[in-house]
């Protein structure tokens, strides 16, 4: 029987703060009334090991950080405080249609990106940053 989250996931509203790693972005959640704490969210679903071993680390971490740099976000997430928490983060920004991760969700009024899934897809670009431009060119 696999294992359950300890409380079901829920959407936060949040800015990025810093890429930590491959697979790691510290968030500022807000998660009530003006009542923000930073977390570190492990981007569900891509393995550091694995980018690491294609020897694309740089180049991974580059487009982290030009895909979140600063940017506002949804986390869809744990409800908890402790350690790190495993989440998918949607970008709340206008992007390109018809690229790979660009979806709808109940927090958003607009489509947004699964940073999680579009990620994911860079590796078959070798983590090229001009990829990660081309999304927020409408």
């Known amino acids: ?3 359950k989250p300890s409380k079901p996931w829920k959407f936060f509203n949040g800015r990025t703060v810093h890429v930590s790693h491959v697979n790691a972005v510290e968030i500022r959640l807000t998660v009530s009334f003006g ?7 492990l981007l569900d679903g891509i393995d550091s090991k694995e980018i690491n071993e294609t020897g694309q680390r740089v180049n991974a971490l580059r487009c982290l950080v030009t895909l979140l740099g600063g940017r506002n976000v949804y986390v869809h ?8 928490i495993p989440g998918v983060v949607y970008i709340d920004d206008f992007v390109a249609r018809g690229q790979v991760g660009v979806t709808t969700i109940e927090a ?6 699964n940073v999680n ?3 994911g897809s860079l590796e078959a670009f070798d983590y090229d940053t ?3 431009r081309e999304i927020f060119r409408a």
């Open 117 to 119: 899934a579009f990620y």
């Open 77 to 84: 997430c744990e409800d908890r405080i402790d350690g790190m």
């Open 108 to 113: 958003a009024e607009r489509p947004v990106l």
């Open 1 to 3: 029987m696999a294992d």
């Open 130 to 132: 001009e990829k990660v």
């Open 35 to 41: 009542i923000s704490v930073n977390k570190i969210i």
